[in-house]
């Protein structure tokens, strides 16, 4: 049975905690910034020993810092210092954006140093502890560490894969990508349908399932083969019309798409049709 501290037992560490407990890990020491935090989390966990101070530590095969990415190198320093993590053992963070060269202090003390992120959103512990199967998790760093986050990852219910070197920024700026601007291009497309004088119930219906089906078609024939619309088919005629009735920040929007889309579709045009889309997309709205 492996042991894996804790060091920030927010709502992460509560989550991957609990989750390590249930899959036989045992949970050794969790520090917090307060100890009545330490004492909630391992309440929460069901196992686990609070502790008020890094140097108090106990041995374990495993050591996850779940703290702020702002924090992460300040509090691989203090661990460092204390001396309480052995060659050989495993240290580890969870942030999506950060590599584990954060925590350089602890690998010159041959501490084994990886980051794993799970790409999912802990609102709430208990109800991450119950939804997290099949979370993909990303993981780069230090090799030595690989076959046991491995293992933590399946044992906790997540799907683990590795990262090119250099990729951590990347790998956070695609999921970025994915999550945060679908949502943008949501909301240009509500304002869009709320000009034509479609009601907001229809507007949710209608672009809902227009959404998620073209994502379904993506997904499973990729993003060239699923492109429709428009630019696609060199209407560069309809891509000026539709520029007429933006405002300046939505047209400004709807043409940095539109260039990318053009590269996107280039293929499937000829050269007369991209210089017309382009041209199109290229001047004043």
Do not use: W
Request: with cysteine; glycine share 10%; charged share 10%.
């Amino acid at each position: 049975m492996q042991t894996l501290n804790i060091v920030g037992a927010g709502r992460l560490g509560q989550s991957v905690g609990r989750l390590a407990a249930l899959a036989g890990y045992r949970i050794g020491s969790v520090y917090c910034r307060s100890l009545a935090s330490a004492q909630a989390a391992c309440a929460f966990i069901g196992q686990g020993m609070p502790v008020a101070g890094l140097q108090l530590l106990q041995p374990a095969e495993l050591t996850l810092l779940a703290v702020p990415d702002a924090r992460i190198a300040e509090v691989a320093a203090q661990l460092a210092a204390t001396g309480t993590l052995a060659a050989g053992q495993v240290a580890f963070h969870a942030s999506g954006a950060c590599e584990a060269a954060l925590l350089a202090p602890l690998a010159a003390q041959g501490v084994h140093c990886a980051s794993l992120h799970p790409a999912f959103s802990f609102a709430e512990p208990a109800r991450a502890v119950a939804s997290f199967a099949g979370t993909r998790c990303a993981l780069e760093g230090d090799q030595r560490a690989f076959d046991a986050l491995q293992a933590l990852a399946h044992a906790i219910g997540g799907q683990p894969f590795l990262l090119g070197p250099g990729g951590k920024v990347a790998y956070h700026a695609a999921l970025a990508v994915a999550s945060n601007y679908l949502v943008t291009l949501h909301e240009l497309a509500q304002q869009l349908a709320a000009q034509a004088g479609i009601g907001q119930a229809d507007a949710r219906l209608l672009l809902g399932d227009l959404m998620q089906k073209t994502l379904a078609n993506s997904l499973a024939l990729g993003p060239a083969a699923a492109l429709t619309g428009p630019i696609v088919r060199g209407d560069a005629e309809t891509v000026m019309r539709h520029r007429t009735v933006m405002s300046p920040a939505q047209d400004a929007l709807y043409c940095a798409l539109g260039q990318a889309t053009l590269s996107l579709a280039a293929a499937r045009l000829d050269e007369a049709q991209q210089a017309a889309v382009a041209a199109a997309l290229g001047g004043a709205g």
